[in-house]
């Protein structure tokens, strides 16, 4: 494949963008969680190339992006939970697993064949303008080589995946930082992955406490295999400082000299410098060297970065 394109975020990089999908191609594309890796989630070929180029094994379903509320109806069943939590935080980082309806037209690779489907209406207005252009659901993960640090900048896609995909529209820093939250609505309501919206706000909207996904209880996801968005330097967390030789992630003011996901001690801007600060402390510390990581409250946006935080700190297989 030639060499991937670094696409503007004018309206010409968005119709090129668009052009490659039509034709089956992949384009990486921002959204406000992380950079996701587009194809044609009713074209078999063109998920089958998602799977390919991230290396991801193939048993893992995709998630679905929609532009609105309405095109997200028309591929699943919406009951009242479903409906007050897309009401709340789409467009959002937020998604939703629900009964697929029959006749969807997605491809089967897209659900991994389960009767249920991940939906998400990305808020990111570049993501939202590829949607409107595009005109169908874009199957998109992360765009990373599976089990890799998710990218929150076209640089990090370009890292991982250049002459991999096509393309990858530059939009800049993703604001949020962290892959979305899904949720569970197929049955009782269960945290799949706590992500960009806090547990705490869904369970506020559905007025009472949600289930809980345990890992071994429920491996679906690639973001639920223990060891994940890993560096390549070995990763201690909740430490009080750097031993000697460990390249530091502090938090807060006061924290020990070094790299600091937020000098002001703002889990949402920690979340937002997360994926980029590993990959510079990475860099820093080499292969074989070793990150340690302040502690973090494990409250709100902060238990979805120390998710992110102990599946990169966990043994790798
Ligand atoms: O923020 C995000 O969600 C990013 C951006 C690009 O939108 N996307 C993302 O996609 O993180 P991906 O493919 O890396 O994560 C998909 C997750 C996986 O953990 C998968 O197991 C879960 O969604 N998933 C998808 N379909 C499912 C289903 N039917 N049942 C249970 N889990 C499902
Ligand atoms: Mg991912």
Same mark, same amino acid.
């Given at each position: 494949m030639p060499d991937t394109l670094l696409l503007p975020s004018a309206p010409e990089g968005l119709r090129h963008a668009a052009a490659i999908l039509r034709a089956g191609g992949l384009v990486g594309f921002p959204t406000e969680t992380v950079y996701g890796l587009g194809?044609?989630?009713?074209s078999d070929l063109a998920v089958a190339r998602i799977f390919e180029a991230k290396g991801r094994p193939r048993f893992n379903p995709l998630i679905a992006h929609l532009p609105d509320v309405a095109a997200a109806r028309m591929l699943a069943g919406f009951d009242d939970r479903a409906e007050a939590l897309a009401a709340a935080f789409?467009?959002?980082?937020l998604t939703l697993v629900l009964p697929l309806r029959a006749g969807a037209g997605l491809s089967p690779l897209v659900t991994a064949g389960l009767p249920t489907v991940a939906l998400r209406v990305p808020a990111h207005p570049l993501a939202q303008a590829l949607l409107r252009e595009f005109g169908g659901p874009l199957a998109a993960p992360s765009a990373n080589p599976s089990g890799r640090i998710s990218p929150t900048r076209a640089a990090h896609v370009l890292d991982g995946l250049s002459g991999r995909i096509a393309a990858v529209i530059d939009g800049?820093?993703?604001?949020?930082?962290l892959e979305s939250t899904i949720i569970g609505?197929?049955?009782?309501?269960?945290?799949l992955r706590p992500g960009g919206i806090a547990v705490e706000r869904i369970e506020a909207v559905l007025g009472g406490p949600i289930g809980m996904a345990g890992d071994a209880v429920r491996p679906t996801a690639p973001g639920q295999l223990? =060891?994940?968005?890993?560096?390549a330097a070995r990763l201690r967390m909740a430490a009080d400082g750097p031993r000697p030789g460990e390249v530091w992630i502090g938090f807060g003011?006061? =924290?020990?000299k070094g790299l600091n996901l937020s000098p002001e001690g703002d889990p949402v801007a920690a979340a937002a410098a997360l994926f980029h600060t590993l990959r510079q402390a990475d860099l820093l510390a080499g292969p074989d060297g070793a990150i340690a990581v302040a502690t973090i409250p494990e409250t709100g946006i902060g238990r979805a970065i120390n998710d992110r935080l102990r599946r990169a700190a966990a043994p790798r297989p």
């Open positions: 194809g044609d989630a009713r789409w467009p959002g980082p800049g820093a993703c604001a949020v930082g609505l197929d049955g009782p309501s269960t945290l223990a =060891s994940h968005y890993a560096p003011p006061g =924290s020990p």
